[in-house]
């Protein structure tokens, strides 16, 4: 028995049934975690004297009295001194840190390359990216050296890197989890979320961590509740909703069979196919890099050696193009063109998507347009690594939850099936995941990481 392989519920399920003890689990993760992260480089702190199930968070995500450094030289010596509302929460119901995950510099990126120290390798082939921002979170999972993981998500980067690594990763509703100690990239995007073995598990996580919180006021009062029967209610007569824009042009055509394949399935488990439009999408990618790069200027200016950080020379290269372009874009003068127009299209799009949900309850297609890429591929070319993201920013644009569930292989790589929900809908978006899960059982396959 590999205890390693277990999903959260069958952690829980087996610590609770003493099948192994809290020591044995640590141990085994800590035994791993020795011989593939110099191999994978997925954490960039191990904490190794813990008790408890072992979870992966991401390093824009803080953790008293441990190292958080956002992926940044800026903040290489930062510990912060209280956790993020999130952490608390897990930490409340008998998780353990076992790690700070590597991530893109303050989680500007889409294939881990952008971290100051060095890029999380791909567990299915370590010439591949894993995916970002939130790379080492997703890595993690895939690989077996945590049991789930936190990830953030401001345009996509739980969904596409666990795409990538062949995991499961959600993006709730914007507001669903606090965003209270978050290292805060684009405020009005960003959003915490679980990446996990199987759907269930993010359906725990999701009820672990999301609720009120006095330091975000973003957050409802109610918090996610999944009842395993409501997720496991199965989707017939379930409208599933096809938007054309997002299977043209720029889609690789192996990618797009594994995608059709996936749609096919839940036709076949009593789905309603049908047809809607999000006419705006052509849009989305210019109005996100003018709003993300608007509020990381104004974010980044908190890291002056004052307040935060160190000398401002230690921030990346990508950092600086967002510092340069959103100060651009906010600029007297520019503004109108730029950052208002950017909103009048952020609000098209959310009324895209309540139009389509009028006709379909979820939205159904794939998230990223291709399979892992090679490392240093698109290092040199922003606008090409921008494209990665054409299918995943929309959501966060309108503030709606979306799931990547793994639908197949293309070459030997995973393939992820993006499942987007009106907002607040995540159960309807996890139950038609795990109808998917269980028919497929495509968890059930790993890396095979004997080198
Ligand atoms: N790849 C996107 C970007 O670089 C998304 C990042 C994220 O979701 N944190 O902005």
């Given at each position: 028995?590999d205890i390693?392989?277990?999903?959260?519920i069958?952690?829980?399920?087996?610590?609770?049934?003493?099948?192994?003890s809290?020591?044995e689990?640590?141990?085994?993760?800590?035994?791993?975690?020795?011989?593939?992260?110099?191999?994978?480089?997925?954490?960039?702190?191990i904490?190794?004297?813990?008790?408890?199930?072992?979870?992966g968070?991401?390093?824009?995500i803080?953790?008293?009295?441990?190292?958080?450094?956002?992926?940044?030289?800026i903040?290489?010596?930062?510990?912060?001194?209280?956790?993020?509302?999130?952490?608390?929460?897990?930490?409340?119901?008998?998780?353990?840190?076992?790690?700070?995950?590597n991530?893109?510099?303050?989680?500007?990126?889409?294939?881990?390359?952008?971290?100051?120290?060095?890029?999380?390798?791909?567990?299915?082939?370590?010439t591949?990216?894993?995916?970002?921002?939130?790379?080492?979170?997703?890595?993690?999972?895939?690989?077996?050296?945590?049991?789930?993981?936190?990830g953030?998500d401001?345009?996509?980067?739980?969904?596409?890197?666990?795409?990538?690594?062949g995991?499961?990763?959600?993006k709730?509703?914007?507001?669903?989890?606090?965003?209270?100690?978050?290292?805060?990239?684009?405020?009005?995007?960003d959003?915490?979320?679980p990446?996990?073995?199987?759907?269930?598990d993010?359906?725990?996580?999701?009820?672990?961590?999301?609720?009120?919180?006095l330091?975000?006021s973003?957050?409802?009062?109610?918090?996610?509740t999944?009842q395993?029967?409501?997720?496991?209610?199965?989707?017939?007569?379930?409208?599933?909703?096809?938007?054309?824009?997002?299977?043209?042009?720029?889609?690789?055509?192996?990618?797009?069979?594994?995608?059709?394949?996936?749609?096919?399935?839940?036709?076949?488990?009593?789905?309603?196919i049908?047809?809607?439009?999000?006419?705006?999408?052509?849009?989305?990618?210019?109005a996100?890099?003018?709003?993300?790069?608007?509020?990381?200027?104004?974010?980044?200016?908190?890291?002056?050696?004052?307040?935060?950080?160190?000398?401002r020379g230690?921030?990346?290269a990508?950092?600086?193009?967002?510092?340069?372009?959103?100060?651009?874009a906010?600029?007297?003068?520019?503004?109108?063109?730029?950052?208002?127009?950017?909103?009048?299209?952020?609000?098209?799009?959310?009324?895209?998507?309540?139009?389509?949900?009028?006709?379909?309850?979820?939205i159904?297609?794939?998230?990223?347009?291709t399979?892992?890429?090679?490392l240093?591929?698109?290092?040199?070319?922003p606008?090409?690594?921008?494209?990665?993201?054409?299918?995943?920013i929309?959501?966060?644009?309108?503030?709606?939850?979306?799931?990547s569930?793994?639908?197949?292989f293309?070459e030997?790589?995973?393939?992820?099936l993006?499942?987007l929900?009106?907002?607040?809908?995540?159960?309807?978006?996890?139950?038609?995941?795990?109808?998917?899960?269980?028919?497929t059982?495509?968890?059930?396959?790993?890396?095979?990481?004997?080198?």
């Amino acid at each position: 028995m590999d205890i390693t392989k277990f999903t959260l519920i069958e952690t829980i399920r087996g610590l609770k049934e003493k099948q192994f003890s809290q020591e044995e689990l640590k141990n085994a993760y800590l035994s791993r975690i020795n011989t593939l992260n110099p191999k994978l480089n997925i954490f960039l702190v191990i904490k190794k004297n813990n008790t408890g199930i072992p979870a992966g968070i991401k390093d824009v995500i803080l953790t008293k009295g441990i190292k958080t450094t956002a992926g940044s030289k800026i903040l290489s010596n930062y510990i912060p001194p209280y956790n993020a509302t999130a952490v608390e929460k897990l930490l409340n119901q008998g998780i353990s840190i076992i790690g700070k995950t590597n991530c893109d510099e303050f989680a500007m990126g889409g294939s881990g390359e952008n971290s100051a120290y060095q890029p999380t390798k791909n567990p299915w082939d370590l010439t591949k990216v894993t995916g970002g921002s939130s790379s080492g979170s997703a890595a993690c999972v895939a690989a077996d050296l945590a049991v789930f993981a936190l990830g953030s998500d401001t345009g996509g980067s739980i969904r596409q890197p666990s795409s990538l690594c062949g995991v499961i990763g959600l993006k709730p509703t914007y507001g669903r989890v606090s965003r209270y100690g978050l290292i805060a990239m684009a405020s009005s995007l960003d959003q915490i979320g679980p990446i996990t073995k199987s759907v269930e598990d993010a359906a725990l996580v999701l009820e672990w961590i999301s609720g009120p919180d006095l330091y975000d006021s973003n957050c409802p009062n109610e918090k996610f509740t999944m009842q395993p029967s409501r997720l496991k209610a199965g989707i017939k007569g379930l409208k599933i909703g096809i938007p054309k824009e997002y299977f043209g042009k720029g889609l690789d055509s192996k990618v797009k069979e594994v995608v059709e394949r996936a749609i096919k399935k839940l036709e076949e488990l009593g789905g309603k196919i049908v047809e809607v439009s999000l006419p705006n999408s052509k849009y989305a990618l210019a109005a996100y890099y003018i709003i993300v790069s608007s509020e990381v200027s104004s974010n980044m200016a908190r890291f002056d050696g004052i307040r935060f950080g160190s000398n401002r020379g230690n921030f990346g290269a990508e950092v600086k193009r967002r510092i340069m372009l959103g100060t651009f874009a906010l600029s007297a003068g520019f503004w109108d063109e730029y950052y208002s127009k950017a909103a009048k299209v952020r609000t098209l799009i959310k009324q895209d998507f309540e139009k389509a949900f009028e006709k379909a309850d979820v939205i159904v297609g794939p998230v990223s347009p291709t399979t892992a890429w090679d490392l240093g591929d698109k290092v040199g070319d922003p606008l090409k690594m921008y494209l990665a993201d054409i299918y995943t920013i929309s959501a966060n644009l309108a503030g709606i939850p979306g799931l990547s569930v793994p639908c197949g292989f293309s070459e030997g790589l995973p393939v992820g099936l993006q499942i987007l929900g009106k907002e607040w809908n995540e159960g309807i978006v996890l139950k038609v995941g795990y109808a998917y899960e269980q028919a497929t059982k495509r968890q059930l396959k790993k890396p095979d990481l004997k080198f």
